[in-house]
């Protein structure tokens, strides 16, 4: 059964083995343990809902505590001490597009707010309720989760859209097919989902981000039906999909997803190399982005997220050996680990693998082959559970990410990572803080920052120190002018900061389409924008 307060299913977990925990107890000292509220403790304050009676809609309090929240760590602090704030004052499951549009058009008679939920992994506020005088109803999409049609001849297929992961790939490959699209959240995560918050996925590189699969479907509006027709591609004027995604449930209900598939490839394998330093890594995956070489995936850990990887890898023989093997090649303290794929065919897999290594030659690095690849192709969903791990000895984790144009990138890391530190500086903390680059382009790379600091005396206080570390490195991003996200989306934590890159027309255009399809204002209120259309009308 998945679990109410954290990540993932309940038989599933990730412990901290004691190499691990020594390791991060000598960076930030001993954690703090915070006491657990109990389901039931929870669910004894829910209060009454406040909806009419509707067929479709339940109004049972588990499962409204059980939609209540996210997974980011305020939602995670939020469940761990029982301190939910608000409550969905109920949740609908809906079957088919005709479902939808009843519970929209029943939203809209009563003066409902809806937010539409797909898997619920947001890690940016997106499917939290907030206080409002309006009843508030959680729309889940988890019983449209099949495939609806496959055309082979065009590689395209239709999914309901609360579609997870596994079983979106479990459907495609009974057809001899992939989307491709592997969030860290595979598990969990859904295709609706993927659309409406600009998902990426690990293979990005070959299969692209979830625009570039994304082909058409159905949005249920306030308005009315919009359907989006499939092209190959069109210049006839904007592009309606382009509208939809990132819409964050603000437009519509997206009811059905038209993606564009591949068939499974031939061989699939990973590799891990380790570069001498950071500049020298940098350029060399810049290199192989720029230079078109067809991998699947890369990824580039910084020095520390290297070091704290092969810790946690928790086989310290193994390592100490790798180790000695890598100082024998001229890579010691600030190595950088590159984890790279490479799929399709047998003689593209070859090519690529041949051009990679070159690459990672030139830059002095070493491929040191499949065998820690293939640990990561093994464990690559699993690291969410660490959480629960790191949680359990009174740790808080957190991650941000970013994207940048190369020239910034090395900057921005930087200042990223210092921007935490200092602010975990002024209330006297050390944090454990690591970064790598996991989507790579010819003009620059997304930046994922992770960090890890100590529980504070109370719930309160440690999401006040979280609030001022994410503040800061939120600042920084927008000086630097890059974007708040380049993959979790907006949410109502990143909202503060959308303006800043949008700008003032660019924002009122968004606010302007929010409310074209949702007049009313009753879609997911203060989600990508902040407030509601309805009390921002004046303003727009
Ligand atoms: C451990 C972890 C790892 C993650 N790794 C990645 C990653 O590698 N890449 C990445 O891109 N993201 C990642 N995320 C973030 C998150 O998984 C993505 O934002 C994902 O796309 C959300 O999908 P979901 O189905 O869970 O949507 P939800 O969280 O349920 O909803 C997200 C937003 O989409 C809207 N929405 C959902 N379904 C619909 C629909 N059918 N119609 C209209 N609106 C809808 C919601 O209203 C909300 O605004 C990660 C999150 C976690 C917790």
Known sequence: MRRWNGWGDEKNEFLLKPEGLAFITQRIGAGNRLPDATLASVVAKVPPSRLPAHALIVTDAEDRVRHARGQSLPDWLAMRSGDFGVFPDGVAYPQDTQQVRQLLD??????????P???????????????????????????????????????????????PG???????????????????????STVGG?????????????YGRIEQMFAGGIVE?????????TFPASSAGPDVREIIMGSEGRMGVLTEVKVRVTPLPEVEKFYVGFLPDWASAVNCVRRLAQGKVQLSMLRLSNAVETETHLVLAGHPNLV????????????????????????????????????????????????????????????????PYLRHGL????????????????????????AIETSLRDAAATFGERIHVFTHLSHMYPQGSSIYTTYAFRCAASYGETRQRWAAMKKAASETIVKFRSTISHQHGVGRDHAPYLAAEKG????????????????????APGVLLPGSVRDEGASA
């Open 117 to 163: 939920y797909g898997g619920g992994t947001s890690v940016v506020g997106h499917i939290t309720p907030v206080a409002s005088s309006r009843p508030v109803l959680t729309l889940s999409l988890e019983k449209m989760n099949r495939l609806l049609a496959l055309d082979k001849d065009s590689q395209l297929a239709t999914f309901g859209a609360g579609t």
């Open 194 to 206: 993927w659309v409406a918050s600009r998902s990426s996925g690990q293979q990005s590189l070959r």
């Open 391 to 414: 949680w359990e000895h009174g740790v808080a984790v957190d991650t941000l990410e970013t994207s940048a144009d190369w020239k910034n990138v090395p900057a921005l890391v930087q």
């Open 221 to 229: 509006t306030p308005r009315g039906t919009l359907e989006i027709p």
């Open 504 to 523: 003032p027309l660019g924002t009122s255009a968004i606010h302007t389409l929010i409310a074209h399809f949702d007049p009313k204002g009753i879609m």
């Open 166 to 188: 596994p079983s979106l790939e479990e459907q495609l490959a009974r057809e001899g097919y992939t989307l491709g699209h592997f969030p860290q959240s595979f598990e969990l």
């Open 320 to 383: 100490g050996w790798l180790e000695r093997y890598l100082r024998v090649r001229g890579i010691g303290a600030g190595k950088c680990m590159v984890t790279f794929g490479v799929t399709g065919s047998k003689a593209q897999c070859k090519a690529a693998l041949a051009q990679a290594n070159a690459v990672i030659t030139a830059h002095g690095g070493v491929n040191a082959g499949t065998p820690l690849g293939r640990k990561w192709e093994s464990t690559r969903f699993r690291s």
């Open 106 to 115: 029943f939203c809209l008679a009563n003066d409902i707010e809806v937010l």
